[in-house]
């Protein structure tokens, strides 16, 4: 989400990319590397969600999670794509709507994300979850859990977008269209849940088979610049 709006009301540059997000002082600290679990394991042999969410705006405390999209995937391999449209029991801004194309409407007979996020849970159980900008996305699942007074996820979190930069330096920004587009990654349909997780795995595994074959799960989050936690 925050990649989509970021990219209208920025012109493509990464100003408002490299601000913290709204609330971002929910996110804890990243992990020490000792404490990282299978910090040792192959990245080949881990199992990732790349997840990214749609809002009603950038204050997790203000704003609410209208859609979750996740995609499951294993050494090259898509194993699942999940998304759900969430009721934010509260109205969706005009100029949100013209970003990802979600309506009021679509989302009126939709579940709470108290509802939903039982099955977010269930489908990311085990993994290393990934998120483009992830601070914002972290901030604001974290607000939800929250309020929804619900045990907070357990998973560490990678953020492609550091990954990304460190990955392909001569990119013109790190917006996912402009990395797709850099890398050669089809585009399609962009700024919507699923969609851009879709991408943030292609440009991924793109990245990654430029690395080492022996590139461990700890030196993943090194060059994502850390571990994030909920």
């Known amino acids: ?13 990464l100003l408002f ?6 609330d971002s002082k929910r ?18 042999n881990v199992t990732f969600v790349a997840f990214d969410t749609e809002t ?36 969706i801004p005009p100029w949100v709507i013209e970003v990802h194309g979600i309506t009021n409407e679509d989302v009126a007979d939709k579940p709470s994300f108290k509802q939903v996020y039982p099955e977010f849970v269930d489908f990311v159980q085990g993994s290393v979850l990934m998120a483009h900008n992830a601070r914002f996305d972290v901030s604001f699942m974290a607000a ?3 309020r929804s007074e619900l045990p907070l996820l357990n998973n560490l979190v990678v953020d492609s977008l550091p990954l990304f930069r460190r990955w392909f ?19 399609g349909v962009l700024h919507r849940a ?14 990654l088979s430029k690395r ?13 610049g850390g571990a994030m936690s909920f």
Request: glycine residues 6%.
């Open 1 to 13: 989400m925050l990649t989509s709006l970021a990219a209208i009301l920025t012109s493509g540059t």
């Open 56 to 91: 009603t705006g950038f204050s997790p405390a203000g704003d609410r999670i209208v859609e979750i999209g996740a995609v499951k995937f294993r050494n090259g391999e898509i194993i699942e794509e999940k998304s759900w449209l969430i009721n934010p029991g509260r109205w």
């Open 144 to 146: 939800e859990i929250r």
């Open 169 to 187: 330096p001569s990119a013109k920004s790190y917006t996912l269209s402009d990395v797709a587009h850099y890398t050669k990654v089809d585009t």
């Open 212 to 224: 080492s074959a022996s590139l461990r799960l700890g030196e993943l989050y090194r060059e994502s």
């Open 194 to 207: 699923l969609a851009d997780t879709v991408y943030m795995v292609l440009i991924f595994e793109k990245g």
């Open 27 to 44: 996110v804890p600290p990243n992990y020490e590397f000792e404490k990282m679990p299978h910090r040792n394991t192959l990245v080949d």
């Open 17 to 22: 990319l490299d601000a913290p997000a709204a």
